[in-house]
C-alpha cells in the first residue's frame, strides 16, 4: 500500500492533482481522468525525466471492490483508448491474499479486453448503453 498527500493546485480544475507519497519528493501530477465517485476511478500520470529526454506516464483503475464488472472494465478500456493511453499494457493487482469481501478476479484481464476491443466492430463492441461523459 501507499500513503500520500493531495491537493487541487487550482480549484477550479478539481480532477488535476499533485500527490507527495514522501516528504523528500516532489509531488507528482495524478488526473482523475474517469468515476462514478461510487465503484471506480481512472487515475493517470505523465512526468517529463530528465528535462524532457524521457517521458513515463502510469494509470491506474481503482475500485473499491476487489473486482469490476466486464462491461465496466471494458466502458474505462474504451475511454482509455480514445484518450491514446495503451490499455494493453495493464497488469493485475494480486489480491489472493488480501482481505476483503472478494477474492475473485474479472474472466478476461484488461489486456485481453483491450486487445478484442480492437478486433470488434464498434456497434458489436457495445451491449449495454453507453452513456457518453461530455466533458
Same mark, same amino acid.
Given at each position: =500500500?501507499?500513503?500520500?498527500?493531495?491537493? !487541487?493546485? #487550482?480549484?477550479?480544475?478539481?480532477?488535476?492533482?499533485? @500527490?507527495?507519497?514522501?516528504?523528500?519528493?516532489?509531488?507528482?501530477?495524478?488526473?482523475?481522468?474517469?468515476? #462514478?465517485?461510487?465503484?471506480? =476511478?481512472? @487515475?493517470? =500520470?505523465?512526468?517529463?525525466?530528465?528535462?524532457?529526454?524521457? *517521458?513515463? &506516464?502510469?494509470?491506474?483503475?481503482?475500485? *473499491? /471492490?476487489?473486482?469490476?464488472? /466486464?462491461? *465496466?472494465?471494458?466502458?474505462?478500456?474504451?475511454?482509455?483508448?480514445? =484518450?491514446?493511453?495503451?490499455?494493453?499494457?495493464?497488469?493485475?493487482? #494480486?489480491?489472493?491474499?488480501?482481505?476483503?469481501?472478494?477474492?475473485?478476479?474479472?474472466?478476461?484481464?484488461?489486456? /485481453?479486453?483491450?486487445? !478484442?476491443?480492437? &478486433?470488434?466492430?464498434? &456497434?458489436?463492441?457495445?451491449?449495454?448503453?453507453?452513456?457518453?461523459?461530455?466533458?
Amino acid at each position: =500500500s501507499a500513503v500520500g498527500v493531495a491537493w !487541487a493546485p #487550482d480549484p477550479d480544475v478539481p480532477a488535476k492533482l499533485l @500527490v507527495r507519497f514522501h516528504r523528500y519528493m516532489p509531488a507528482g501530477p495524478y488526473w482523475v481522468l474517469d468515476t #462514478d465517485y461510487g465503484t471506480y =476511478s481512472v @487515475v493517470w =500520470s505523465c512526468m517529463n525525466l530528465f528535462w524532457g529526454v524521457a *517521458r513515463v &506516464e502510469f494509470a491506474w483503475i481503482l475500485g *473499491r /471492490e476487489r473486482t469490476l464488472s /466486464e462491461y *465496466r472494465l471494458r466502458d474505462i478500456i474504451y475511454e482509455l483508448t480514445r =484518450s491514446k493511453i495503451d490499455a494493453v499494457k495493464f497488469k493485475w493487482t #494480486d489480491q489472493d491474499n488480501c482481505p476483503g469481501r472478494n477474492g475473485t478476479v474479472p474472466a478476461t484481464p484488461p489486456a /485481453e479486453l483491450a486487445a !478484442a476491443q480492437n &478486433e470488434l466492430p464498434q &456497434e458489436t463492441y457495445w451491449n449495454y448503453p453507453k452513456i457518453d461523459r461530455a466533458g
